[in-house]
């Protein structure tokens, strides 16, 4: 049975004093994120210092969203990271109709209070952020493998646009 987190948990923008708190969760997020990924592309060590100074510059970034679910006593217990973009692709040799979105970089639910709508709460804050800022488009990357993820997303209306692959050489 599934441990029911009875503290008040609440969705609030990022701080700078949640650093440490975000990089504890951090490593819980590579932890899990490692399993849908093959030997050779799991992550296998953290640089705190390099992971406060890339949670600062996330927090302080204009032009993005990024919050935490957190209790009373400041412990997180999730954060959603997304941020507006634009597809410009000059620097290949081609050039598209510029177009504005979303990217919703990580979303990340600690496991002891994930069933309780929390993730539905992120989506809906992003959907608000995005119409707020105009942005008609919300894009993503999402494991082949991360089948609950995937679910999910889908059942919210998001479709798979491209397809990544990989070629492993012997």
Known sequence: ?????????????????????????????IKELNKFETKDFRITGFV???????????????????????DKKNKLYGYMFAEISKNRMISLGYEHKIIHFLYLENVFIDKKIRGQGYFFKF????????????????????????????????????????????LKLK
């Open 1 to 29: 049975m599934k441990e029911k987190n009875t503290a008040k948990i609440i969705i609030r923008k990022a701080k700078l004093k949640d650093i440490d708190e975000l990089i504890r969760i951090e490593k819980k997020y």
């Open 48 to 70: 705190d210092e390099k992971l406060k100074k890339l949670f600062k510059k996330k927090i302080l970034k204009k032009r993005k969203l990024f919050l935490v679910l957190s």
């Open 123 to 166: 989506e809906n804050e992003i959907i608000n952020f995005a119409k707020k800022n105009k942005i008609k488009t919300i894009e993503l990357h999402v494991s082949d493998h991360n089948k609950i993820a995937k679910n999910i997303y889908e059942k919210m209306g998001f479709e798979s646009r491209e397809k990544r692959m990989r």
